[in-house]
């Protein structure tokens, strides 16, 4: 049968319509269906920035807690000032409190009691801790903190396990280690924790490491440090029912309770809190329970020679000198040896670091070196000279 040309051209235009309404009605859909899925978004949180509270109330909140986390960055004077005032308060409302260090190491657990009582001084706690060779950071900043311990007989405990231990697993990985070596970290190592290994990758290729090998050893250093100082604490709650227990660390292995803390909890279940310094922080929920801001005080500057230096079997070397320092403006030559400042001897680093740690920019002092002559053969000579800053 064959149809008039009109009719076939109506045909058409009816057969485009329903396919355009078609395809306007799949189009409709798909927008209804984008549109539906963009309004399906992850849940808000908000935090009360309102008004502040002051540390009394937090110290309220935080004080019937068997252990309180109290963050740090290790070279900031006002976040160490933060822990003391913690640490003071605590220790009104409750006499019967420790301190954790992640400052010291075990080993040196007997050396920090002596201290405690009284039966060693300040400058024989750092040379026999190994302070300025382990730690590394100005004591000064602990000063307070070490000071108020001893006056009020609080035990200190050193969390940290040895650099040795820890310099053979970031060589060669806990495996490598000798089973005598091996009694001396935590039986157990707690790798679940996803979330803390992706903020840890992130720190680590902050840094240009991108060798997946050498981050998988970071990790296992990293847990390695966690799970040793989380089961000292805990083996210190246990054995001290009747103490509460203040932890002094750096924040990022407390914050959102992925590093010590959930690691002590999982050895010893209870009340805790995590204090962080604010200033380190964007405030998000579960960074912490409590974000805490300081006035920003600063260490007062130490005096400097200017000088670079080496421990040699003949005494400390000078290594080297700042161009613009006080010691090469006085005469000081690279490879003297020092002998002696103000008259004190000095045999190692450790000494002069001692002999200097409390002075300050302009104070004079008296520096005997012994320097060698192809001439005059050894020559000793004294100079006196004001450190710079």
Do not use: C
């Not at 220790?91 to 657990?109: K, L, R, V, W, Y």
């Not at 706690?125 to 000063?143: A, C, P, S």
């Not at 002092?365 to 000579?381: G, T, Y």
């Amino acid at each position: 049968m064959t149809y008039p040309q009109t009719l076939k051209i109506v045909a058409v235009f009816l057969l485009l319509q329903v396919n355009l309404v078609s395809q306007a009605s799949d189009l409709q859909r798909s927008h209804s269906n984008q549109k539906h899925a963009f309004t399906e978004v992850a849940e808000r949180m908000a935090l009360d920035l309102r008004s502040g509270i002051g540390l009394d109330k937090v110290i309220s909140n935080v004080a019937s807690s068997r252990v309180i986390y109290v963050g740090e960055t290790h070279d900031d004077y006002a976040h160490h000032l933060t822990q003391l005032e913690i640490v003071r308060r605590l220790h009104a409302i409750n006499p019967d409190i420790a301190i954790g260090m992640e400052q010291f190491q075990q080993p040196f657990q007997a050396i920090i009691d002596r201290y405690i009582k009284g039966e060693l001084d300040e400058k024989g706690l750092i040379r026999e801790t190994e302070w300025m060779e382990r730690w590394k950071f100005d004591y000064r900043l602990y000063r307070p903190i070490l000071s108020f311990a001893r006056e009020h007989g609080i035990p200190v405990i050193a969390l940290n396990l040895s650099q040795e231990i820890v310099a053979k697993v970031s060589k060669a990985g806990i495996d490598a280690l000798s089973l005598e070596d091996k009694t001396k970290i935590p039986a157990e190592i707690d790798y679940s924790d996803k979330v803390y290994h992706e903020r840890l990758k992130g720190i680590y290729e902050k840094h240009s490491h991108t060798d997946k090998q050498k981050f998988e050893r970071f990790l296992e250093v990293q847990l390695l440090w966690d799970e040793g100082m989380a089961e000292r604490a805990a083996e210190y709650l246990q054995s001290n029912p009747q103490h509460q227990l203040v932890v002094l660390a750096g924040s990022g292995h407390l914050m959102h309770g992925s590093g010590i803390p959930q690691r002590v909890s999982r050895r010893m279940p209870g009340e805790r809190a995590i204090i962080l310094p604010a200033s380190d922080f964007t405030p998000e929920p579960g960074v912490a329970d409590f974000l805490v801001h300081d006035a920003g005080e600063k260490l007062p500057p130490v005096g400097l020679m200017g000088i670079y230096l080496a421990q040699t079997d003949d005494g400390v070397k000078v290594d080297s000198l700042v161009p613009e320092g006080a010691a090469k403006k006085a005469g000081v030559e690279k490879d003297d040896l020092i002998r002696s400042i103000n008259g004190s001897v000095v045999k190692t680093i450790t000494d002069l670091k001692l002999i200097l740690m409390d002075s300050s920019p302009g104070d004079e002092i008296s520096l005997e070196l012994f320097r060698d002559n192809l001439i005059l053969k050894d020559k000793k000579m004294v100079l006196t000279f004001a450190l710079g800053n």
